[in-house]
């Protein structure tokens, strides 16, 4: 109570205050102002807090995770249909979506200022009890329904690379410090904003300069807020996996056997890829194992090894395109694995796989066994390079490239289909289709020579029996030289001698029929959603 106050009569006093309170119209308007105002700088603070956190641990924001829930729970088809509206951007759709949640975030304002309900003018800057609870509640519900709601997004770390479990518990104390900077800032600047009440003894001039002040204060700290977020935000995308959907090089219309790995395909989910800290990864072997198990990277690479050429195609990978390509692979089996903690439970029927970008995808058991795949942390004779999955990656030949996993941490059996990314949208998840492609000739060529047509083939485990080339579009067949496969897991590589009988352009095709005696679908789809089928056809001009 002001100093003047304390002798008058508590009559007297009420009715001082009744004078200063505002008409209920008037403290509505002025509640909700603020209110939104207020939202909006614990919107900016806490996305400052978001930014560092992520950029800084790897710890993901709840843009990000709201952004893996919602792709989870769309069809392939609106999928492919919003990644034509954002032009293959990945930034965009999450830019939208730090706008919605500053908008959330500033409307909660509103929200807050229901609940506690203040008469105005207040008496002071310090928040009431009733104000700290209501700030701290929002705190602990917005945590709560996060950690629910994201429940499956939650285990990933993008700097760290942290363990299944410890990501968990890192994205859950993420959040939990995310929402308490909101609603501190909420709390504190919606008081601070708020008219007060005139002291006794203090001029209404001084109460002005003070309130200025005060506003003028949390203003700047909105301002600056603003400016941090804008940095954090620039480093974000500084930082933006460019290379996403790079196809494996062609050097003068030759494939080489071995793709080097610059020239290698790459595809990734992520807008900035994760790294790791090897001292802190581990990959874990887990579920319906008779021993389950933890190894670090060094005890991997203790074990007994193996090298393998392995080809990798991506199921966005269209007829005649090059998302496709070989590497020699090194690892540990992952029987010999499985072998080394007792073998798996008679239950086990599926095998989930989960990487430190909170990727995840689930195959049958026994299907995967019989190809025996490869957990590889070398590529051509170095460590996996970061965009490939350092430091472990899963190869299951016959599956496409999302099948096998990147940045691998965890490894569990169970007896149920794990849902992941491409699975929840309704991808294709079966066994790659045979295919054939061809690299040359392109273009115009000279009349009166004999033209090597070449390419490749591949079926992954089932091999290639035969390549076949057509120069009529189809009408006759001629059988084509294969070399042979460097591994039974790799393409191969096909000529054919071509002497063209007149000038004109040609229609070349080519078709594989695979080691079961199955050749390659004739009809052509699209890559969505089951991969592309159908036969190459390149136009060739002879003159």
């Given at each position: 109570?002001?100093?003047?106050?304390?002798?008058?009569?508590?009559?007297?006093?009420?009715?001082?205050?009744?004078?200063?309170?505002?008409?209920?119209?008037?403290?509505?308007?002025?509640?909700?102002?603020?209110?939104?105002?207020?939202?909006?700088?614990?919107?900016?603070?806490?996305?400052?807090?978001?930014?560092?956190?992520?950029?800084?641990?790897?710890?993901?924001?709840?843009?990000?995770?709201?952004?893996?829930?919602?792709?989870?729970?769309?069809?392939?088809?609106?999928?492919?249909?919003?990644?034509?509206?954002?032009?293959?951007?990945?930034?965009?759709?999450?830019?939208?979506?730090?706008?919605?949640?500053?908008?959330?975030?500033?409307?909660?304002?509103?929200?807050?200022?229901?609940?506690?309900?203040?008469?105005?003018?207040?008496?002071g800057?310090?928040?009431?009890?009733?104000?700290?609870?209501?700030?701290?509640?929002?705190?602990?519900?917005?945590?709560?329904?996060?950690?629910?709601?994201?429940r499956?997004?939650?285990?990933?770390?993008?700097?760290?690379?942290?363990?299944?479990?410890?990501?968990?518990?890192?994205?859950?104390?993420?959040?939990?410090?995310?929402?308490?900077?909101?609603?501190?800032?909420?709390?504190?600047?919606?008081?601070?904003?708020?008219?007060?009440?005139?002291?006794?003894?203090e001029?209404?001039?001084?109460?002005?300069?003070?309130?200025?002040?005060?506003?003028?204060?949390?203003?700047?700290?909105?301002?600056?807020?603003?400016?941090?977020?804008?940095?954090?935000?620039s480093?974000?995308?500084?930082?933006?996996?460019?290379?996403?959907?790079?196809?494996?090089?062609?050097v003068?219309?030759?494939?080489?056997?071995?793709?080097?790995?610059?020239?290698h395909?790459?595809?990734?989910?992520?807008?900035?890829?994760?790294?790791?800290?090897?001292?802190?990864?581990?990959?874990?072997?887990?579920?319906?194992l008779?021993?389950?198990?933890?190894?670090?990277?060094?005890?991997?690479?203790?074990?007994?090894?193996?090298?393998?050429?392995?080809?990798?195609?991506?199921?966005?990978?269209?007829?005649g395109?090059?998302?496709?390509?070989?590497?020699?692979?090194?690892?540990?089996?992952?029987?010999?694995?499985?072998?080394?903690?007792?073998?798996?439970?008679?239950?086990?029927?599926y095998?989930?796989?989960?990487?430190?970008?909170?990727?995840?995808?689930s195959?049958?058991?026994?299907?995967?066994?019989?190809?025996?795949?490869?957990?590889?942390?070398?590529?051509?004779?170095?460590?996996?390079?970061?965009?490939?999955?350092?430091?472990?990656?899963?190869?299951?030949?016959?599956?496409?490239?999302?099948?096998?996993?990147?940045?691998?941490?965890?490894?569990?059996?169970?007896?149920?289909?794990?849902?992941?990314?491409?699975?929840?949208?309704?991808?294709y998840?079966g066994?790659?289709?045979?295919?054939?492609?061809?690299?040359?000739?392109?273009?115009?060529?000279?009349?009166?020579?004999?033209?090597?047509?070449?390419g490749?083939?591949?079926?992954?485990?089932?091999?290639?029996?035969?390549?076949?080339?057509?120069?009529?579009?189809?009408?006759?067949?001629?059988?084509?030289?294969?070399?042979?496969?460097?591994?039974?897991?790799?393409?191969?590589?096909?000529?054919?001698?071509?002497?063209?009988?007149?000038?004109g352009?040609?229609?070349?095709?080519?078709?594989?029929?695979?080691?079961?005696?199955?050749?390659?679908?004739?009809?052509?789809?699209?890559?969505?959603?089951?991969?592309?089928?159908?036969?190459?056809?390149?136009?060739?001009?002879?003159?």
């Open positions: 109570m002001p100093e003047g106050q304390k002798d008058l009569p508590q009559a007297e006093k009420r009715a001082m205050d009744a004078d200063k309170r505002y008409a209920r119209r008037r403290t509505l308007w002025t509640s909700g102002l603020v209110a939104l105002l207020a939202g909006l700088f614990a919107s900016i603070f806490a996305v400052v807090t978001m930014g560092i956190l992520r950029l800084a641990l790897g710890i993901p924001t709840p843009i990000e995770l709201f952004g893996d829930f919602s792709l989870k729970h769309i069809d392939v088809a609106t999928f492919i249909r919003l990644l034509g509206i954002f032009n293959f951007s990945k930034t965009k759709p999450l830019g939208l979506a730090l706008l919605g949640m500053l908008l959330l975030g500033t409307v909660l304002g509103l929200v807050y200022a229901a609940i506690v309900r203040l008469r105005l003018p207040v008496s800057y310090r928040p009431a009890r009733r104000e700290w609870l209501t700030a701290l509640g929002f705190a602990v519900v917005m945590t709560v329904l996060g950690g629910i709601l994201f499956i997004e939650l285990p990933q770390n993008f700097v760290l690379g942290l363990p299944y479990s410890w990501a968990i518990v890192a994205s859950l104390l993420g959040l939990l410090l995310d929402f308490v900077i909101y609603g501190l800032a909420l709390c504190l600047s919606y008081r601070a904003l708020l008219p007060k009440v005139q002291h006794f003894g001029t209404a001039v001084a109460q002005s300069r003070r309130q200025l002040l005060t506003r003028a204060g949390v203003t700047a700290l909105g301002v600056g807020g603003a400016g941090a977020a804008y940095a954090l935000g480093n974000y995308v500084s930082q933006y996996a460019s290379y996403d959907g790079q196809r494996t090089a062609v003068n219309q030759h494939t080489p056997p071995i793709t080097p790995n610059s020239e395909y790459t595809v990734t989910q992520n807008p900035i890829d994760p790294g790791v800290d090897i001292n802190l990864w581990r990959l874990e072997l887990t579920g319906l008779k021993n389950g198990g933890t190894y670090t990277y060094d005890e991997l690479q203790r074990l007994p090894s193996t090298t393998r050429a392995i080809t990798l195609e991506c199921i966005s990978n269209s007829v395109d090059h998302l496709i390509g070989t590497a020699i692979w090194q690892g540990v089996s992952l029987k010999a694995l499985l072998d080394r903690q007792g073998g798996s439970l008679p239950s086990a029927s095998i989930a796989m989960y990487s430190v970008d909170g990727y995840t995808t195959l049958p058991l026994k299907e995967v066994l019989d190809v025996d795949p490869l957990l590889a942390w070398n590529m051509n004779g170095v460590a996996l390079p970061a965009k490939h999955g350092y430091p472990l990656r899963m190869l299951i030949p016959g599956r496409y490239g999302e099948e096998n996993p990147k940045w691998l941490t965890r490894i569990e059996l169970t007896d149920h289909f794990v849902g992941g990314l491409y699975s929840d949208q309704g991808w998840n066994p790659l289709h045979t295919m054939s492609r061809i690299d040359r000739p392109q273009g115009m060529v000279a009349f009166g020579q004999v033209i090597e047509v070449g490749i083939a591949f079926a992954g485990p089932r091999g290639i029996e035969k390549v076949e080339v057509s120069a009529d579009n189809g009408q006759s067949w001629h059988q084509a030289n294969m070399q042979p496969a460097i591994s039974p897991d790799a393409w191969v590589l096909w000529t054919w001698d071509w002497t063209p009988v007149h000038p352009t040609y229609s070349l095709v080519s078709r594989a029929t695979d080691g079961t005696g199955t050749t390659q679908i004739e009809k052509y789809s699209s890559v969505v959603p089951n991969g592309a089928t159908g036969y190459p056809h390149v136009s060739v001009q002879v003159k």
